[in-house]
T-cell receptor, first 113, second 115 residues
Framework: KNQVEQSPQSLIILEGKNCTLQ??????????LRWYKQDTGRGPVSLTI???SENTKSNGRYTATLDADTKQSSLHITASQLSDSASYIC????????????WGAGTKLIIKP | KAGVTQTPRYLIKTRGQQVTLSCSPI?????VSWYQQTPGQGLQFLFE???????NKGNFPGRFSGRQFSNSRSEMNVSTLELGDSALYLC??????????????FGNGTRLTVT
């Protein structure tokens, strides 16, 4: 069964600290992996998209890694800010005829001052 | 360039009624997809339209339907509303759909409450 699992479910850290969110997937055939940030009550916003051949990709203070062999991805946030408080969602695209997307349940991150 | 626009932003309906939600994609985007998000749940895919044709469909009952117009604007309809339909309904657009590595661009959703 095609699944995307994220951990932890929620995380609280102090402003200025770093953190890493995890994403494990059992999706095949794999096309690409995406990370989205969703603020409360708003639509998700794309952070990164990585294909099979990409191991790491950065977007400002956000760095995503992908290990296609172990089917794991991580999102590392450096020097967290209060505005980083949001849900972070991992999404994997299937390389099927419709390129359907398999969504994780997200990690809720809270940054405390 | 204007983003994805969803209307209305909030909606309160009574069980048994029907509702229509609207989505205007980013100019030039031909793929529009719809998602349901309930508290504590991940995004659940409803359907995707491309050039006025439904290209993908999720596992939702037939009460949920949609359509896309020639200008790529899309509507979704939910008939015979149930309490469990209360959710944030999100619309996303992209140039050609998931076939390439283009990201989805989401609107801020319509918050539907069924009483």
């Amino acid at each position: 069964k095609n699944q995307v699992e994220q951990s932890p479910q929620s995380l609280i850290i102090l402003e200025g600290k770093n953190c890493t969110l995890q994403c494990n997937y059992t999706v095949s055939p794999f096309s690409n992996l995406r990370w989205y940030k969703q603020d409360t009550g708003r639509g998700p916003v794309s952070l990164t998209i990585m294909t099979f051949s990409e191991n790491t990709k950065s977007n400002g203070r956000y760095t995503a890694t992908l290990d296609a062999d172990t089917k794991q991805s991580s999102l590392h946030i450096t020097a967290s800010q209060l505005s980083d408080s949001a849900s972070y969602i991992c999404v994997v695209s299937l390389m099927d005829s419709n390129y359907q997307l398999i969504w994780g349940a997200g990690t809720k991150l809270i940054i405390k001052p | 360039k204007a983003g994805v626009t969803q209307t209305p932003r909030y909606l309160i309906k009574t069980r048994g009624q029907q509702v229509t939600l609207s989505c205007s994609p980013i100019s030039g985007h031909r793929s529009v997809s719809w998602y349901q998000q309930t508290p504590g749940q991940g995004l659940q895919f409803l359907f995707e339209y491309f050039s006025e044709t439904q290209r993908n469909k999720g596992n939702f009952p037939g009460r949920f339907s949609g359509r896309q117009f020639s200008n790529s604007r899309s509507e979704m309809n939910v008939s015979t509303l149930e309490l469990g339909d209360s959710a944030l309904y999100l619309c996303a657009s992209t140039m050609t759909g998931g076939k390439n590595n283009s990201p989805l661009h989401f609107g801020n959703g319509t918050r539907l409450t069924v009483t």
